[in-house]
């Protein structure tokens, strides 16, 4: 026979598990404060207790590990783009592809925000003297005479001890 204390713990069961870190959250955490794609990634990863701040390539294991992240989420982003035609997955591939890189940049002490915004001002020096991009036949744009390679060793000096 069922009892009352049968259904009560299978009601308990059927509700959703609290989330740890997001119960004490307001619902519009992200409307006051956007927070960066880095510091997103290294709260999850502190969370969940994964390893924050390591040498890189100090541990084998470690870097396997996230390039085998790496590699099954650029593996779904190209299955999407060639076999679907849903844009809606297509972006949340894409978006898991940019979260597991910048959980990479996060693993070593890298701050990969920076990183960006360093590569996109020499990517946008790459214009010809006239302003206007210089390409090549297939489209690709190529260095100007004005182009200036980012600067990124004060950014990887982190945890070189």
């Given at each position: 026979?069922?009892t009352?204390?049968?259904i009560?713990a299978?009601?308990e069961?059927?509700?959703?598990?609290?989330?740890a870190?997001?119960?004490?959250?307001?619902?519009?955490?992200?409307?006051?404060?956007?927070?960066?794609?880095?510091e997103?990634?290294?709260?999850?990863?502190?969370r969940?207790?994964?390893?924050?701040?390591e040498?890189?390539k100090?541990?084998?294991?470690?870097?396997d590990?996230?390039?085998?992240?790496?590699?099954?989420?650029?593996?779904?982003?190209?299955?999407?783009?060639?076999?679907g035609?849903?844009?809606e997955?297509?972006?949340k591939?894409?978006?898991d592809?940019?979260?597991?890189i910048?959980g990479?940049?996060?693993?070593?002490?890298?701050?990969?925000?920076k990183?960006?915004r360093?590569?996109h001002?020499?990517?946008?020096?790459?214009?010809g003297?006239d302003?206007?991009?210089?390409?090549?036949?297939?489209?690709?744009?190529?260095?100007?005479?004005?182009?200036?390679?980012?600067?990124?060793?004060d950014?990887?000096e982190?945890n070189?001890?």
């Open positions: 026979m069922i009352q204390e049968d009560d299978v009601a069961l059927a509700e959703p598990l609290s989330q870190g997001l119960h004490n959250m307001p619902d519009d955490w992200d409307k006051h404060r956007h927070p960066s794609p880095l997103m990634v290294s709260d999850f990863a502190s969940m207790e994964q390893p924050l701040g040498k890189w100090f541990s084998k294991k470690l870097e590990f996230r390039w085998d992240m790496i590699q099954e989420e650029y593996g779904e982003a190209f299955d999407e783009s060639c076999n035609n849903n844009p997955n297509m972006l591939e894409l978006a592809l940019v979260y597991v910048y990479y940049a996060a693993t070593y002490g890298w701050n990969l925000d990183a960006v360093r590569v001002r020499s990517n946008m020096s790459k214009l003297l302003g206007k991009p210089l390409k090549g036949p297939d489209g690709k744009v190529q260095k100007g005479p004005n182009y200036k390679k980012p600067t990124l060793t950014l990887v982190t070189d001890e």
